[in-house]
């Protein structure tokens, strides 16, 4: 069975410009999940999917950052416009419904602001 | 590797002995443990979880332990391999919903 797949591994982009990255979940995860981890800091989360719903955004920084899961298959996560700040590793996770279910991780794009 | 600048706790261990890695954890509510893995250029990999009604939970290898009354969590890898070398992390779930709270992460350097 296919893991959590991240598009792209690596993206390196100047400061004041867009990037969207993509997640594609273990089929059949309603959760889905993003987090990152900003350099010298931890793993950080960003915002939790049920399906198509967001659930909790509590962790995105600011309205720069923009996260869809239409059809609550696949999610992207857009940074319009990208700042020095955003540079980072982001990850993409995905659980099936219970509490207790393990969450499952990507490998991660890292992103570079330049 | 990813992990390039980030400034982490490192153990040492010689190749067979036993490694123990602590986590602190702030939260009181926290009813969910996790420990993660991550080797250079890879996502967390899921190792052991407790949940908050337990004190010790052994795996393959690996015992999770968890003082509630310290908030205080551990993760002890027994004969540990060069395959072992990586980051861990701690992470705890319950004070607000489904996200998971990582700690700072620890790196283990398996010598042979």
């Known amino acids: 069975e296919a893991g959590v797949t991240q598009f792209p591994s690596h993206s390196v982009i100047e400061k004041g410009q867009t990037v969207t990255l993509r997640c594609d979940p273990i089929?059949?995860?309603?959760?889905l999940y993003w987090y990152r981890r900003v350099m010298g800091k931890e793993i950080k989360f960003l915002l939790h999917?049920?399906?198509?719903?967001?659930?909790?955004e509590s962790g995105m920084p600011n309205n720069r950052f923009l996260a869809e899961r239409t059809g609550g298959t696949y999610s992207t996560l857009k940074v319009q416009p990208a700042e020095l700040e955003d540079s980072g590793v982001y990850f993409c996770?995905?659980?099936?419904?219970?509490?207790?279910?393990?969450?499952?991780f990507g490998p991660g794009t890292r992103l570079t602001v330049l | 590797g990813e992990s390039v600048g980030l400034h982490l706790p490192t153990l040492s261990v010689q190749e067979g002995d036993n490694s123990i890695i602590n986590c602190a954890y702030s939260?009181?509510?926290?009813?969910?443990f996790i420990w993660y893995k991550q080797e250079s250029g890879k996502g967390p990999q899921f190792i052991i979880d407790?949940?908050?009604?337990?004190d010790k939970r052994q795996g393959q290898r690996v015992t999770v332990l968890l003082n509630k009354t310290v908030k205080h969590l551990s993760l002890q890898i027994a004969a540990t391999q060069p395959g072992d070398s990586a980051v861990y992390f701690c992470?705890?779930?319950?004070?607000?919903?489904?996200?998971?709270?990582f700690g700072g992460g620890t790196r283990v350097l398996v010598k042979p």
């Open positions: 996770a995905s659980s099936e419904r219970d509490y207790y279910n393990e969450q499952f």
């Open positions: 939260n009181s509510a926290s009813d969910y």
């Open positions: 407790i949940r908050s009604n337990m």
């Open positions: 992470a705890e779930k319950g004070a607000a919903g489904n996200k998971l709270t």
């Open positions: 999917f049920v399906k198509e719903s967001k659930q909790d």
């Open positions: 089929s059949g995860h309603d959760n």
